[in-house]
């Protein structure tokens, strides 16, 4: 079957300009998470959405990021004014409820 | 703050080697501990997960607990060059947030 998704696998954008990055999770995947890999790091947890619900958003660096999943399948990580060091490989990934974490292949994201 | 540790790398072994890997947290309260696999600019993928002290082998993979020292450890028999990736440490609280280390470059020789 068909893994999780996201689009744009890449996506640059300047200084200070808005960006959505999607993620089409695996179907019937109840669980959502966004994390965040800067080169030569490990990924780093942002946020997790249980549902149309965001479970634990501790992970967002700021108020700059926020992410939605309105109807409990696709999700949007949003990020305002972007800043330089945002560039980075955006990874969502998805679950049933206490199972597997599937990742989607990333967004790359460089601002300039 | 939660911290999982991990040699960098690169370690390299010989094909047909036995590569060990190893990782380190922080958090007595983890509760689930994973390896996975990343091969060059791939998403990470699941190979292994343990959740009881001891030993768990999965084909030609071991993953190993110990809770007491905090270690876990991933042991790759028989490495073959198409093992050649990072290897991820993460950990798992009560909640299904996975926290990773930086990920260990394993390099296997023909």
């Known amino acids: 079957g068909a893994g999780v998704s996201q689009t744009p696998s890449n996506k640059v954008t300047e200084k200070g300009k808005y960006v959505e990055l999607r993620c089409d999770p695996i179907?019937?995947?109840?669980?959502l998470y966004w994390y965040r890999q800067s080169l030569g790091q490990g990924p780093e947890f942002l946020i997790y959405f249980q549902g149309t619900g965001a479970a634990d958003d501790s992970g967002l660096p700021n108020d700059r990021f926020f992410a939605v999943r309105p109807e409990g399948s696709v999700s949007t990580l949003k990020i305002q004014r972007t800043e330089r060091g945002d560039s980075a490989v955006y990874l969502c990934?998805?679950?049933?409820?206490?199972?597997?974490?599937?990742f989607g292949p990333g967004t790359r994201l460089t601002v300039l | 703050q939660k911290e999982v540790e991990q040699n960098s790398g690169p370690l390299s072994v010989p094909e047909g080697a036995i590569a060990s890997l190893n990782c380190t947290y922080s958090?007595?309260?983890?509760?689930?501990f994973f390896w996975y696999r990343q091969y060059s600019g791939k998403s990470p993928e699941l190979i292994m997960f343990i959740y009881s002290n001891g030993d768990k082998e999965d084909g030609r993979f071991t993953a190993q607990l110990n809770k007491a020292s905090q270690y876990v450890s991933l042991l790759i028999r028989d490495s073959q060059p198409s093992d050649s990736a990072t290897y991820l440490c993460?950990?798992?609280?009560?909640?299904?947030?996975?926290?990773f280390g930086k990920g260990t470059m394993l390099l296997v020789s023909p």
């Open positions: 958090d007595r309260g983890s509760q689930s």
């Open positions: 990934a998805s679950s049933p409820i206490g199972g597997e974490q599937f």
């Open positions: 993460a950990v798992s609280g009560g909640y299904s947030t996975l926290t």
């Open positions: 179907s019937g995947h109840t669980a």
